[in-house]
């Protein structure tokens, strides 16, 4: 496993060969460790020696100048979506808590298989992000995405601000964003009212063609969607209606195509309570976890893509054997990867996304 990672990092990741290795025995212990605790992953580090010694051997790796992700993630997710043959791309972005009531994290992410993988991100205090870090994000990311794809953007309310709108636009790309029930839109020669005045019923959507946004900056030509979905916040139900405004034409499949949002929060769920514990750590620098976020990511990613190659190669029923798949692409080779590691069996060394 661990030799298998080195050939795929070494192929792909501007960095020496010995720092390559540092990452490689660092992604395979994450793997086998289940765990982004110190202590824990320090248990399964190849080395010979003391279990202090190896967890002062990982801090110096997170302290390291090079576990940035322009240089550890960034060349890997290049390169896979080069071979992903999709005519779109649904680009996902979210905040999620990382140290609950200290710091965040805001990811922009792509969807794939109905889950999604980390693009860019960034780690900020806690709280709603504004449009400059929004829009930093997104510039950061627009290198690493193929020129020739479609690309629409997803985002909840807190990504639905005009002046975010009037940026995504700017670069061609669709947007699908949700909407404050407070934001008034006027649509033809109709008065301005607020979206939360449409009379929305349980089993009957509303739909708007041509419609304008906010009084204050009367951004227009956009199609907005209302329909009943509730909203529950720690068990509380907060809201019934939601809102979304896009650009995408309107069609009987437009709620459907809006649904692949959530792709990112099983993301979250798998870097928390379905796989590493990240929101557990006891990591609170912020370069620290910038560097365990790229050693997650390069995990996951990797997870993923052996995953679905599983899928492909009819090698499914190795980890699950279900007669339907049961389990995610990441789970699936996340559980192959260590069953391979008990065997001491081999792994391929892939460097594409399978549709």
């Known amino acids: 496993m661990e ?45 010979s020696s003391q279990q202090r010694s190896r967890e002062r051997w990982l801090r110096r790796l997170l302290d390291a100048s090079f576990m940035r992700q322009e240089f550890v993630y960034t060349p890997l997710i290049q390169q896979m979506l080069k071979s992903y043959a999709v005519t779109r791309l649904h680009l996902l972005m979210d905040r999620s808590s990382l140290v609950a009531g200290e710091t965040d994290l805001l990811c922009l992410s792509v969807l794939y298989r109905k889950r999604a993988l980390p693009l860019v991100w960034d780690v ?69 009212q607020p979206l939360g005045h449409l009379p929305v019923q349980r089993q009957c959507n509303i739909y708007l063609q041509d419609v304008y946004l906010t009084k204050e900056h009367n951004y227009g030509h ?9 909203r529950f916040k720690n068990k509380r139900r907060q809201s019934d209606i939601r809102y979304l405004a896009t650009t995408l034409p309107i069609t009987p499949h437009l709620l459907v195509t809006g649904k692949g949002r959530w792709g990112i929060e099983c993301q979250f769920k798998d870097f928390k309570s379905a796989g590493w514990q990240v929101n557990c750590t006891a990591i609170h620098a912020a370069n620290r976890l910038e560097a365990l976020l790229n050693l997650l990511s390069v995990a996951y990613l990797w997870a993923t893509c052996l995953g679905r190659w599983l899928c492909k190669t009819g090698q499914r029923r190795l980890v699950d054997g279900h007669g339907r798949r049961g389990l995610s692409c990441f789970r699936i080779g996340w559980d192959w990867l260590v069953h391979q590691f008990r065997v001491q069996g081999l792994c391929p060394v892939l460097s594409r996304l399978y549709y």
């Open 222 to 230: 956009l199609n907005v969607v209302a329909f009943y979905h509730p």
């Open 3 to 47: 030799e298998s990672l080195q050939v795929l990092l070494s192929r792909h990741l501007p960095l020496s060969p010995a720092q390559k290795g540092r990452i490689a025995d660092a992604c395979s212990a994450v793997m086998l460790a289940g765990s982004s605790h110190m202590s824990q992953v320090a248990k399964w580090l190849g080395h």
């Open 124 to 192: 900020m205090p806690t709280g709603m992000s504004d449009y400059e870090r929004q829009s930093a994000l997104i510039k950061r990311c627009i290198p690493v995405l193929p020129s020739t794809q479609q690309v629409i953007f997803h985002g909840d309310n807190e990504f639905g601000g005009i002046p975010l709108l009037r940026y995504v636009r700017h670069l061609g790309w669709d947007v699908m964003v949700g909407q404050n029930a407070k934001n008034c839109f006027h649509q033809g020669d109709y008065d301005w």
